[in-house]
């Protein structure tokens, strides 16, 4: 029964705190969403330019 009422309390607190979230707008989702896309599509520019640099360095190696 302990067990019962521990989790109980926990679900309670965690509900409790879930009310205090301020959560972002529409707006502020699309934004940030673009901004992390945008990263994504420049670093993976950025490792295949390295990837192919160094497949040719170790190409001429070997």
Partial sequence: MNLIKNAIQ???EAYYELTKVT???KKEVAGTTFVVVVF???MSIFVSFVDIILGRILG???
């Fill in 40 to 42: 994504v599509i420049i």
């Fill in 10 to 12: 926990f679900f309670r």
């Fill in 60 to 62: 001429v190696i070997l």
């Fill in 23 to 25: 959560w972002l707008g």
